[in-house]
């Protein structure tokens, strides 16, 4: 937290933290304190919208999170941790239809390895419980 606290202008800073907050320590609120930062320093980037939407959907607050994510993608339609933030709120309200179709497209817009497997990941969970213990992935 003081680290990205230095340097609010490099929001890559806080992507790491944020996810630390988020998937590994389960503190969400320290989550949203980090993506608001970001997002006070960068209001009108596709990041920060997809960073703050993310803690928001960590937090429960889906009705934000889908307007920050959907602005994050209507400023950057090729942000794959849009896509896959995207398909997590989708997958939270119940809609996995759509939701896969966010994940297929985080997975075919990913850059980097670790968002692909966890778009791959997430994608695997919903064909599980749809159809059983086979997987389906196309």
């Avoid at 960073?51 to 942000?79: K, V």
């Amino acid at each position: 937290k003081d680290i990205v606290s230095t340097d609010p202008s490099d929001m890559e800073r806080f992507v790491r933290p944020i996810a630390l907050a988020i998937n590994h320590i389960q503190k969400p609120t320290e989550a949203l304190e980090l993506a608001r930062k970001v997002y006070e320093n960068h209001p009108n980037t596709a990041m920060g919208h997809n960073l703050l939407g993310w803690a928001l959907l960590a937090n429960g607050d889906f009705s934000q999170a889908r307007e920050h994510l959907t602005e994050a993608l209507a400023l950057d339609p090729e942000l794959a941790a849009a896509h896959l933030n995207k398909g997590q709120l989708l997958e939270e309200e119940g809609t996995r239809d759509q939701a896969l179709g966010e994940y297929q497209t985080a997975m075919d817009l990913a850059k980097n390895r670790a968002m692909n497997l966890s778009a791959i990941r997430r994608k695997r969970g919903i064909m599980k419980s749809k159809w059983g213990t086979g997987y389906r992935v196309h």
